[in-house]
């Protein structure tokens, strides 16, 4: 049995930017700000290496990590918490053509280490078990897909169209996990 919700939803085309080493949160910070000025970008998903808030094994198991990464982090004007090395940055976008921009984005951008960008389905485009076990039935459409079991705090939604303030002008609709 097809959901007539699912079926009607459009997919939007998505790109993956993959970085060859992994960035620390002042590069991702730098690339975010320029990837949120591109008009057409609906979200943003990031991934890698998580920078723990506390030693997870070893003798300073349970201490808080002192690290010297800055993990706070300013996108278009919102703080963002991102606690992460990113190696992957995924956008899903509202058309093909936006992925030209991107490129070209990245190719101003990436100056000291390479990069390469994938196409093709990085973000489920109709709501998981997950989404259901997190949200159930209800899930917002702009959450799908994006959901980490185990985050126990939402993630960061920067100018929703329901939000329209200044913020919304510099990034349009663009949604960012950490």
Known sequence: ?????????????????????????????????????????????????NIPKTVPYGPARGIENKTNFKTGVSVAGTDVDIRLMVGDVILELEEPSVADRIKETCDEFFTNFGFYIQKGTFIKPS???????????????????MLDPKRKDRMVLLGR????????????NNMLEG
């Open 1 to 49: 049995m097809c959901d007539e919700s699912s079926a009607t939803q459009a997919t939007y085309p998505q790109i993956k930017i993959v970085s060859i080493r992994m960035m620390k949160p002042e590069t991702t910070e730098k690339l975010l700000n320029l990837v949120v000025k591109v008009p057409g970008v609906r979200r943003i998903l990031l991934r890698g290496q």
């Open 127 to 145: 709501p998981s078990m997950v989404d259901y076990a997190k949200y159930g039935p209800n899930v917002e459409p702009e959450l799908v897909g």
């Open 161 to 172: 169209h329901s939000e329209r303030s200044g913020l919304a002008n510099a990034c349009e």
